[in-house]
């Protein structure tokens, strides 16, 4: 890994440039640090870990329950008998995220933006954007699904679908939201306000200003919390689930049911991990870049 | 490196807190019977019972629970209406006859709630049995004790009047229609593996859930046990109706419910016992009559 500017992890390596002094600490990844104590560092991680992880293993698996536990939920068998309809299960939660996701990021982008509108005219949007982030943060989102889900349609009004899906994917898409509404408004407060001054005396007007100048910046700041969100987003369309949708969790809950066997919810939880830590490995690279980038310019 | 031993030493003792304390077996009583071996009499008395606490049933159900097979209220139930401390509602009245049966006074019953897929947990019951219309199935013996079945259970189909599955005359009327059962239940395993329909089925939490989407008309018709559907049509949902009740379909046939037990409790025995007592004397009957008078009158599909 070289980088410019010789922002290199290992002490003593890097050359002192100008102003080097001004740069903040950076904080030691888990990579850096296994490298930063050598080969001898590594070897006593691998043994601190092996033992560290061996003994609760060994207590688990010695422990007087340890053979019923195993039966109910690691039961091979079970799981390759439920997992088929588990992984059908699953693509009906994907599709759910992916659309909830591409509607959350337009939808929580406006909430913001209307919250962050100076002016006193625009003060009833401010007010209802903090009605909105304040109210469907603090509902559980739970609620929000029986509502739409149980509720919309029984209102029988012409013309209001009344797919279980539907209003699920829109219960999450409120509630998640009202969440990233509020990343993104940080990314905002967090662009210095000369910016926006400077972007003003360019001759940009107000909207210009945020479109231009205030949003690049401040989206591209808050990516990684804004993936973070969308990590609990995915596992959260399980709750769907409670309208009668068949999504992973829940045809793993058939078959747990049926069988009385917890094994089935082991590989609905090996589908959601197999999505969420590319995601998560994604975010970390995405924070690393965007240190390199302000590092090499100084900024 | 000495201080590297001591940190691993540190890491694995926190590890070793961890695990669990070995467990006394909960050798109270007896310990003798197991299964459903007809125990000696003397077993069964009520001082030798082998009960979780001493002197007293202690019984687990869901909450909340549902007529027929609980109704009455008692103030200061943990259960809103119905409470099972009524006496009233077949499981209620069937409980309190059977701590009879075993020699227990009706304020020696003491109900806990235990949410029905925690019935099937690894580890200790902090209660003697759970009655929540279990099905018994092999398959659920291998996780918990069942004891005799004490009620015939048929599947029945509710429908909304004027939904494409009231006017079914056969299970293959039904192939095209949405359908919704209760998870865990034989009505979903019902629908599965008899009706086949062309959509998946819908399944929901519990038959509050399931309930509602058949009045929104997401669903058009809900497959549950023939007594919930009775009470279901005639109290909950009016504009519905039983239309028909299954028997005699493989898989299913012979179904009857059975009271949960943690795997290798001893009491099992003396429970079977007593139901069957209960059956051979005419009280479980009595109490069906009771309850579930109903459950008559309703064309079978099969």
């Known amino acids: ?299 | 490196m000495r201080k590297l031993l001591i940190a691993v030493a540190v890491l694995a003792l926190t590890a070793a807190a961890c695990a669990p304390e070995d467990d006394e077996p909960a050798a109270n009583g007896t310990g003798t019977a197991t299964g459903t071996t007809s125990p000696a009499a003397d077993e069964c008395a009520t001082e030798n019972l082998p009960t979780f606490e001493e002197g007293q049933l202690t019984v687990a159900t869901s909450n909340p629970v549902f007529p027929p097979w609980f109704s009455g209220k008692v103030e200061g139930s943990d259960w809103k209406n119905p409470s099972p401390q009524s006496g009233e509602g077949f499981e209620s009245a069937f409980t309190y006859a059977l701590a009879e049966e075993l020699g227990f006074s009706e304020d020696q019953v003491i109900w806990v709630e235990e949410p029905f897929n925690k019935t099937y947990a690894p580890g200790d019951k902090e209660y003697d049995f759970s009655v929540q219309e279990i099905s018994i199935t092999p398959k659920r013996a291998e996780a918990v004790d069942f004891s005799v079945g004490y009620y015939d259970a048929n599947q029945a189909l509710i429908a909304l009047e004027g939904s494409p599955a009231a006017d079914a005359t056969s299970i293959e009327d039904l192939k095209s229609t949405r359908l919704g059962a209760q998870i865990g239940t034989t009505g979903l395993t019902f629908i599965e593996e008899a009706i086949q329909p062309d959509q998946e089925a819908q399944v929901f939490d519990d038959t509050s859930a399931a309930k509602a989407a058949l009045e929104n008309g997401q669903i058009d018709g809900i497959v549950v046990d023939l007594p919930t559907a009775f009470y279901i049509s005639a109290v909950e949902i009016p504009n519905s109706s039983v239309v028909a009740q299954f028997e005699n379909v493989p898989g299913i046939e012979g179904e009857q419910f059975g009271l949960t037990f943690e795997k290798g409790n001893p009491l099992v025995g003396c429970v079977d016992q007593a139901i069957e007592q209960l059956k051979s004397d005419g009280t479980l009957d009595a109490i069906q009559q009771e309850w579930l008078s109903d459950v008559v009158d309703v064309p079978v599909l099969g």
């Open chain 1, 1 to 299: 890994m070289s980088l410019p500017g010789g922002g290199g992890p290992t002490p003593g390596a890097r050359t002192p440039v100008p102003g080097d002094d001004l740069q903040l600490p950076r904080r030691p990844t888990l990579r850096d640090s296994l490298r930063a104590e050598g080969a001898r560092g590594a070897v006593i991680a691998t043994i601190s870990t092996a033992v560290f992880i061996g003994v609760i293993v060994i207590a688990a698996v010695n422990s007087p329950g340890w053979a019923r536990v195993r039966e109910s939920f690691f039961d091979g068998e079970a799981f390759a008998e439920s997992f088929p309809d588990i992984v059908s299960g699953f693509w009906v939660n994907v599709q759910m995220f992916l659309i909830a996701e591409a509607l959350v990021l337009v939808f929580a982008l406006l909430i913001a933006v209307l919250r962050s509108i100076p002016g006193p005219v625009f003060f009833p949007l401010r007010l209802v954007a903090v009605a909105y982030t304040d109210l469907f943060r603090g509902i559980p989102t739970l609620l929000v699904i029986f509502l739409l889900g149980f509720g919309m349609p029984a209102l029988r009004l012409q013309g209001l679908p009344t797919s279980e899906m539907f209003w699920g994917v829109v219960a999450l898409v409120l509630v998640y939201s009202a969440y990233v509404a509020e990343v993104y408004r940080a990314g905002i407060e967090s662009v210095h306000p000369s910016q926006r001054a400077a972007a003003r005396s360019l001759g940009l007007g107000q909207w210009q200003a945020m479109r231009f100048v205030i949003l690049p910046q401040a989206v591209r700041r808050v990516i990684p919390p804004l993936l973070n969100d969308f990590v609990g987003l995915q596992k959260e369309t399980a709750l769907v689930a409670v309208l009668g949708v068949r999504e992973a969790v829940r045809e793993a809950g058939i078959y747990s049911t049926s069988t009385f066997d917890y094994t089935s919810y082991l590989g609905a939880s090996i589908l959601f991990i197999v999505v969420t830590i590319p995601l998560a490995r994604f975010t970390d690279h995405l924070i690393a870049r965007g240190r390199r980038r302000r590092e090499a310019t100084g900024g």
